[in-house]
């Protein structure tokens, strides 16, 4: 070995001929990962060629997204039999991280779709729209309402069906159809889950295909009986007769800054 070989490089060097930064290089021998191969009488820290081969094996692993400590153990003791192991844990992570993102990309374009569709639609119209049937994931409610009854059995319901955040479920609440037309509006039945298809061994409710009022109503939860009160109305001038439950569904809670910018959408169910 050469005398300018012994001497090696600084960290500056060694990292520009790696490319990587000097921070990334001190940051691994910080953490135990890739020591220098010495230190000069001054402190500081020199390379030498040789170690280019081990570091590009570390950042082979990191680009596999291997941790910090994986790293470690393999290289106490590499084998073809240790990288077939990380290979297929690797790519079980991969297939993982390809199916939420496809369920992310899922909900924004569901999500997309709503609001675009709210774009310059008149709130106060009353329509008759055919909806496919539905599958929907229920809990019924159990007790009187209360504001703490309500969160806490919302909050149970998302934690026994929801894979996302609330808001990144088409989740809503039904009222039965004798509290409908008893004008007992904030009499829920229970709330929903809309899923695109029947999970195993999970009981659900089927919304059934057919004709739906459609209404709207704008602002807090407090507009949502003047909202129903309009759908009777609407009803009893057209001679109209319901069936079912009404469905109640917020489509833009996230994007507005108030409540009163909020949109409930109502749709229930009406005989031919």
């Not at 060097?13 to 990962?33: C, E, R, T, V, W």
């Not at 990380?86 to 990309?105: A, G, Q």
């Not at 899923?195 to 089927?206: G, L, S």
Request: charged share 30%; aromatic share 12%; glycine share 6%.
């Amino acid at each position: 070995m050469g005398k300018t070989e012994e001497k090696g490089m600084t960290a500056a060097q060694f990292a520009k001929l790696n490319n990587i930064s000097k921070s990334a290089l001190l940051y691994y021998d910080s953490i135990g990962l890739f020591p220098p191969a010495g230190k000069s009488e001054n402190g500081y820290r020199y390379y030498t060629y040789r170690q280019s081969q081990t570091l590009e094996m570390i950042l082979t692993l990191r680009e596999l997204n291997m941790s910090t400590e994986e790293i470690k153990a393999f290289m106490r003791s590499p084998s073809e039999e240790a990288l077939i192991g990380i290979f297929d844990e690797k790519i079980s992570e991969i297939d993982r991280s390809v199916k939420r993102l496809k369920e992310i990309k899922k909900l924004l374009k569901s999500r997309k779709k709503i609001l675009e569709e709210m774009k310059g639609r008149d709130l106060r119209q009353i329509d008759r729209v055919f909806c496919e049937e539905e599958y929907l994931l229920m809990s019924l409610v159990e007790n009187a309402w209360t504001q703490e009854n309500e969160t806490l059995q919302v909050i149970e319901h998302a934690r026994k069906y929801h894979r996302h955040r609330m808001y990144n479920h088409a989740f809503g609440t039904l009222l039965d159809e004798q509290a409908l037309l008893e004008g007992r509006f904030e009499e829920y039945a229970g709330y929903y889950t809309k899923v695109e298809k029947p999970p195993r061994n999970t009981p659900y409710f089927v919304k059934p295909a057919g004709v739906y009022l459609r209404a709207f109503s704008q602002g807090s939860w407090h507009n949502l009986p003047e909202t129903y009160r309009r759908i009777m109305d609407y009803a009893r001038e057209n001679g109209i007769r319901f069936t079912g439950y009404a469905y109640e569904e917020g489509l833009n809670e996230l994007a507005v800054s108030g409540e009163d910018e909020f949109v409930t959408q109502i749709m229930v169910q009406i005989q031919e």
